[in-house]
């Protein structure tokens, strides 16, 4: 009783509070998403279960076991597109919007993504802390090559997460605390004008908080039902300005959202277990969308001995899959997954391959 109740508050209090328009994108943006989700189908908050927790579902916290900190843990992200735009016009740094932009006139039509991340962090049962750095460019140059559809997004921030447990675990409540310094560019940009981040961006700081749920049930296969809401009453950017870039506006505000899933982990050995989830992400953009699979999720991991991995899953409309090799204090990962960057009701696949390397103590 106490579980239902909390997540109807929990939702019921996401429903109530204002919201602003939902504004059509090209492609739906996950606050924060990792190589094991992206394997999955994209669908993270009922499986994670290590430092990430802090960022997608700091309830999940209540799972970890033991003290352990991520020292470095690179993770890089890109559109198969990236080899024919290279070819056909190279540039060095592939964040670099002026390099880009010139690259994509000449593969106008294509779509550009590059991603990269890290988050050194330090975890324990119901308690963590890590700092996140992120950077992404999302871009593509029209037919006539007189506008830049750009997105680019670079974050500096820290989060501090705790979790409380209660029906000796069955029910997992979690909080994050979270600031961000954020530079941003999301418009069309005129190619004839300074195409660089220090004329176009915006740049802020922004204080948040995330909380999520984790209520499993004490049945074969362990099924659980997870939620968290993500930037409770909304995180806006304009607590403090010029940190790291001088402009007269901030990045635009986040609305508060709620992601939910439903996920169960059969055991079928003394060495091998499975995990399977279905994720539906913002339930209030999604309930003004056209086409609602944007936002639905399905995966699958395979785990023999905590050492492989193996993954698949469904993104939107399209297929994941992904491979981990871990040792105790390693972790290689790889994934490939689809991506809908079309009009919201025009399916349009950005196939995407992701690699991460950490290193744990």
């Given at each position: 009783?106490?579980?239902?109740?909390?997540?109807?508050?929990?939702?019921?209090?996401?429903?109530?509070?204002?919201?602003?328009?939902?504004?059509?994108?090209?492609?739906?943006?996950?606050?924060?998403?990792?190589?094991?989700?992206?394997?999955?189908?994209?669908?993270?908050?009922?499986?994670?279960?290590?430092?990430?927790?802090?960022?997608?579902?700091?309830?999940?916290?209540?799972?970890?076991?033991?003290?352990?900190?991520?020292?470095?843990?690179?993770?890089?992200?890109?559109?198969?597109?990236?080899?024919?735009?290279?070819?056909?016009?190279?540039?060095?740094?592939?964040?670099?919007?002026?390099?880009?932009?010139?690259?994509?006139?000449?593969?106008?039509?294509?779509?550009?993504?590059?991603?990269?991340?890290?988050?050194?962090?330090?975890?324990?049962?119901?308690?963590?802390?890590?700092?996140?750095?992120?950077?992404?460019?999302?871009?593509?140059?029209?037919?006539?090559?007189?506008?830049?559809?750009?997105?680019?997004?670079?974050?500096?921030?820290?989060?501090?997460?705790?979790?409380?447990?209660?029906?000796?675990?069955?029910?997992?409540?979690?909080?994050?605390?979270?600031?961000?310094?954020?530079i941003e560019i999301n418009r069309a940009l005129d190619p004839t004008q300074p195409m660089d981040?220090?004329?176009?961006?915006?740049?802020?700081?922004?204080?948040?908080?995330?909380?999520?749920?984790?209520?499993?049930a004490p049945w074969v296969w362990l099924p659980t039902l997870s939620a968290v809401v993500h930037?409770?009453?909304?995180?806006?950017?304009?607590?403090?300005?010029?940190?790291?870039?001088?402009?007269?506006?901030?990045?635009?505000?986040?609305?508060?959202?709620?992601?939910?899933?439903?996920?169960?982990?059969?055991?079928?050995?003394?060495?091998?277990?499975?995990?399977?989830?279905?994720?539906?992400?913002?339930?209030?953009?999604?309930?003004?969308?056209?086409?609602?699979m944007r936002y639905a999720h399905v995966g699958y991991e395979f785990n023999y001995g905590d050492?492989?991995?193996?993954?698949?899953?469904?993104?939107?409309?399209?297929?994941?899959?992904?491979?981990?090799?871990?040792?105790?204090?390693?972790?290689?990962?790889?994934?490939?997954?689809?991506?809908?960057?079309?009009?919201?009701?025009?399916?349009?696949?950005?196939?995407?391959?992701?690699?991460?390397?950490?290193?744990?103590?």
């Amino acid at each position: 009783m106490f579980s239902f109740l909390f997540l109807t508050a929990l939702i019921g209090g996401f429903l109530l509070t204002p919201q602003k328009g939902y504004a059509q994108n090209t492609e739906v943006r996950e606050d924060y998403i990792g190589a094991r989700a992206l394997g999955m189908g994209g669908a993270q908050i009922a499986v994670v279960n290590d430092e990430t927790a802090l960022l997608a579902n700091p309830a999940a916290l209540g799972k970890l076991r033991d003290v352990y900190g991520t020292i470095l843990d690179p993770e890089v992200d890109g559109s198969s597109n990236l080899n024919a735009i290279y070819k056909a016009q190279q540039f060095s740094d592939p964040w670099n919007l002026g390099q880009v932009s010139q690259s994509l006139n000449v593969s106008r039509d294509k779509y550009y993504h590059a991603r990269e991340q890290l988050f050194p962090s330090l975890v324990a049962k119901n308690f963590g802390i890590g700092i996140i750095q992120r950077k992404t460019l999302d871009a593509q140059m029209n037919t006539a090559g007189t506008q830049l559809q750009t997105f680019y997004q670079d974050d500096l921030g820290v989060y501090l997460g705790f979790n409380l447990k209660f029906f000796d675990g069955r029910i997992k409540i979690g909080g994050a605390a979270k600031m961000i310094s954020r530079i941003e560019i999301n418009r069309a940009l005129d190619p004839t004008q300074p195409m660089d981040i220090k004329s176009n961006g915006s740049e802020g700081l922004g204080v948040g908080g995330d909380a999520g749920i984790v209520m499993t049930a004490p049945w074969v296969w362990l099924p659980t039902l997870s939620a968290v809401v993500h930037d409770i009453g909304g995180t806006s950017f304009s607590a403090a300005k010029g940190l790291r870039m001088n402009t007269t506006t901030v990045p635009q505000s986040v609305t508060q959202d709620v992601d939910v899933a439903l996920a169960v982990f059969p055991i079928h050995g003394n060495s091998t277990r499975s995990s399977f989830t279905l994720e539906y992400d913002k339930v209030k953009e999604a309930s003004e969308a056209k086409d609602k699979m944007r936002y639905a999720h399905v995966g699958y991991e395979f785990n023999y001995g905590d050492c492989l991995f193996l993954r698949a899953g469904m993104n939107q409309h399209y297929w994941t899959a992904g491979l981990e090799v871990a040792s105790e204090h390693t972790q290689l990962q790889l994934a490939s997954y689809g991506e809908d960057v079309g009009p919201d009701g025009s399916p349009q696949e950005d196939r995407r391959f992701v690699l991460k390397f950490a290193i744990r103590f």
